[in-house]
């Protein structure tokens, strides 16, 4: 079965440093490229930044660039999101999320909450 | 970035009939006759599940009362048998170009 988990995710204070992790299972990890996507508390989705198979690409959504740093270590099947200078704003869920095709998501992990406040 | 607007924001619909959720692009997502296109639902507390992918493949064991229809710009999903496990968040994605870009999301409830 093919799955995701997340960790790492808390409470942190504005400017503060957190790192998530995604344990995935059950497929080829190094073969596909990974997504993080997070979700404001009663909000929509938004993709954060990805990472090709084999670690080789990678982008950020513009409003996370220069303070979140997305990494992979295959040899563990684990994906990395550093997160720094956080701020309110940042408040949301994370998932991490398995890259299909050219670009859908499937599956999802089940998220983890990242809250920044004082 | 490819901005994806969705409508309605909500809806209600009775038990047995038919929900229409649809999705504008800013651009095509139309190319090599392929549209970039996923659909996915979101059930309260959980993460989000892929429904349909290319705007019309139903993903496996996705029941068959979920179509995706549209190309271009226009897309539509189409639940046609409104059943009681529907109720969630349902969500258009385009991974044409990056950053993939969502849709803000249509509610589905029962009436």
């Known amino acids: 079965e093919v799955q995701l988990v997340e960790s790492g995710g808390g409470l942190v204070q504005p400017g503060g440093s957190l790192r998530l992790s995604c344990a995935a299972s059950?497929?080829?990890?190094?073969?596909?490229?990974m997504h993080w996507v997070r979700q404001a508390p009663g909000k929509g989705l938004v993709w954060v930044s990805h990472?090709?198979?084999?670690?080789?690409?990678?982008t950020y959504a513009d409003f996370v660039k220069g303070r979140f740093t997305i990494s992979r270590d295959n040899a563990k099947n684990t994906l990395y999101l550093q997160m720094s200078s956080l701020r309110a704003e940042d408040t949301a869920v994370y998932f991490c999320?398995?890259?299909?095709?050219?670009?859908?998501?499937?599956?999802w992990g089940q998220g983890t909450l990242v809250t920044v406040s004082s | 970035d490819i901005v994806m607007t969705q409508s309605p924001d909500s809806l209600a619909v009775s038990l047995g009939e038919r929900a229409t959720i649809n999705c504008k692009s800013s651009?095509?997502?139309?190319?090599?006759?392929?549209?970039?296109l996923a659909w996915y639902q979101q059930k309260p507390g959980q993460p989000p599940k892929l429904l349909i992918s290319?705007?019309?493949t139903r993903e496996s064991g996705v029941p068959d009362r979920f179509t995706g229809s549209g190309s271009g710009t226009d897309f539509t999903l189409t639940i046609s048998s409104l059943q009681a496990e529907d109720v969630a968040v349902y969500y258009c994605?385009?991974?044409?170009?990056?950053?993939?870009?969502f849709g803000q999301g249509t509610k589905v409830e029962i009436k």
């Open positions: 651009q095509s997502l139309l190319y090599n006759n392929k549209n970039f």
């Open positions: 059950g497929f080829t990890f190094s073969s596909h490229w």
């Open positions: 999320a398995r890259g299909i095709g050219s670009g859908w998501f499937d599956p």
């Open positions: 290319w705007a019309s």
């Open positions: 994605q385009q991974y044409y170009s990056t950053p993939q870009t």
């Open positions: 990472i090709s198979g084999d670690g080789g690409t990678i």
